[in-house]
């Protein structure tokens, strides 16, 4: 495996939105991509196929790596009529959502970029995260409170 | 050895008709949902999704629905299906460290930074029917109540603390280049196993098989006083390495049970005395089994802190490894099931030869 190296800004940020896009709900990300309308011409370079990608933790979790089982994802790869190419792997066996994430990840990198973000990505996160936090407070409100029993020591 | 045999063709397509007429029961019932199972029998998904080493509710309830409950069937049929994915690579090890915890507690410190979470647990109920979940069209239960936090807070390992103090074995990652660990789904089991083998071999055992291991470790076999030092439960990030981008992006979560024990310290010549570790890593919220998975480890890891060999079930590598997949377990144990019809006539023809002569040296010896 390639030692991490630093990545650029665009990187980054492609990073983040296909990270994102991974991790959708289906359903809601098909939702937001169809009010959009129409969807732009494409060609496939690789047409969605569902896979396994073998998951590893670590010893201790913090020691050697090891197999921990695999997780069904979904790829493709797909080139706009403009030229642009769009990547996806997203978890699951959902080829439409793969399809959807690749036209995002291709649009990310042009003018529609904005209006994506805004309409798409912006949405997903803060409804991802709105979900996160209702279940961060629900393990907080079962957080214990220890109290040390009065010790008769008089 | 069994033959084949042919003839029953009849037989079998009936049998497989009764078979669906039996998995659908009363049809005057309502029939049972994927989304059902997944959501309401989610523990049996949890289990089926570990043992059958796939991470996929939807598939894992589908294979409890057609295996009729059946969880060892389920998983046969997640094991038979997850061998014809083409395989993409493999995933970063996860990091547990920045787990989002429904549920953590530790047994070893009251105060731990990040506190004791209890999350979804049956811990502490009373283990009494609720018939009250025997009634259709329940009201909805209310909402569990929210504390009014903005995030998951960290969430420090407990080993850390002891290991700051340098009080526990460390676990130190390997140079990447040596950090390749064997897959059992692509080369067979092959002894001595290194730690991950006997991990990866672990977190896809068998629970209940696990789970004795682990107990007998407990009852005196090898034993070696265990603390949970934590248990986690929660969602982690799977990240991996795109190829054709050259980075690693997220593709997914999941939700993983972590426990790690502190066990009995020992020290030797080169080491002051300091205790040592057990892991448990499985898919879902499936803590019964990634305790036990964290004792049968530590208990295989004998040779490794020099301690002595007692000849318990558990330290036996072979015996625990060879024995702890029920996949393969079934498929040995139910084969006895299927025609041995020529085997059988000639054990047949043997017994008989046997007595006859047997009978014949009577004749013999009374005649003398």
């Known amino acids: 495996m390639a030692e991490a190296r630093e990545l650029t800004e665009a990187e980054k940020a492609r990073r983040g939105w296909m990270s994102l896009l991974a991790k959708a709900p289906p359903a809601r990300l098909a939702e937001l991509w169809e009010a959009r309308g129409a969807a732009p011409g494409f060609g496939w370079l690789r047409a969605p196929e569902v896979g396994g990608m073998m998951v590893r933790g670590r010893a201790g979790g913090t020691g050697a790596a090891f197999n921990l089982g695999e997780m069904t994802v979904t790829r493709c790869a797909l080139k706009l009529s403009d030229g642009r190419v769009g990547h996806a792997m997203v978890q699951g066996r959902d080829r439409r959502k793969a399809e959807i994430a690749a036209l995002v990840d291709a649009g990310m990198q042009g003018v529609e970029a904005e209006s994506l973000r805004a309409e798409l990505l912006a949405v997903l996160e803060a409804e991802m995260a709105a979900a996160k936090a209702a279940r961060a407070g629900k393990a907080a409100g079962t957080k214990v409170d220890f109290f040390t029993m009065v010790r008769g020591e008089d | ?368």
């Not at chain 2, 009849?10 to 009764?18: G, S, T």
């Not at chain 2, 407990?158 to 064997?182: C, H, M, R, S």
């Not at chain 2, 502190?262 to 300091?274: D, H, I």
């Open chain 2, 1 to 368: 050895m069994y033959v084949a045999v042919k003839g029953g063709e009849k037989a079998i397509d009936n049998a497989h008709e009764w078979l669906d007429e039996a998995r659908r029961g009363d049809p005057s019932v309502a029939e049972l949902t994927i989304p059902q199972i997944r959501e309401q029998l989610a523990l049996a998904v949890n289990r089926v999704m570990a043992e059958g080493s796939l991470y996929d509710p939807d598939l894992a309830a589908l294979a409890i629905k057609q295996a009729r409950g059946d969880l060892i069937e389920a998983i046969f049929l997640i094991r038979a299906y997850r061998t014809t994915l083409p395989r993409f690579g493999y995933s970063l090890p996860v990091d547990t460290g920045a787990m989002e915890c429904d549920r953590r507690i530790s047994a070893t410190f009251k105060d731990v930074p990040g506190g004791q979470v209890l999350g979804p647990t049956f811990d502490y109920t009373h283990r009494l029917l609720d018939f009250a979940l025997e009634a259709e069209g329940l009201e909805r239960p209310e909402a569990a109540p929210e504390a009014g936090a903005e995030d998951h807070p960290q969430m420090p390992r407990v080993t850390e603390f002891l290991n700051k103090e340098g009080l526990i074995q460390q676990e130190i990652a390997p140079a990447p280049a040596e950090d390749q660990p064997d897959d059992l789904t692509r080369q067979p089991l092959e002894l001595p196993a290194a730690r991950p083998l006997r991990l990866q071999s672990l977190t896809r055992g068998d629970e209940g098989f696990v789970l004795s291991m682990a107990y007998s470790t407990q009852r005196g076999y090898a034993k070696n006083h265990p603390f949970v030092g934590e248990l986690r439960i929660g969602t982690v990030a799977v990240e991996a390495e795109i190829p054709e981008l050259g980075f690693a992006i997220e593709i997914g979560e999941v939700v993983l049970t972590e426990c790690e024990t502190v066990n009995q310290f020992l020290g030797s010549k080169s080491e002051p005395p300091q205790f040592t570790r057990g892991y448990g890593l499985v898919f879902g919220q499936t803590e019964r089994k990634a305790i036990s998975m964290a004792l049968v480890d530590r208990a295989l890891r004998w040779k490794e802190f020099g301690e002595d060999d007692k000849g318990a079930p558990a330290q036996d590598e072979e015996f625990v490894l060879y024995h702890c997949d029920n996949i393969q377990a079934t498929g040995f144990l139910e084969h006895i099931k299927l025609p041995h019809y020529v085997d059988f006539q000639s054990e047949l023809e043997l017994v008989r030869k046997i007595r006859r002569e047997a009978d014949e040296a009577g004749h013999q010896e009374a005649a003398e």
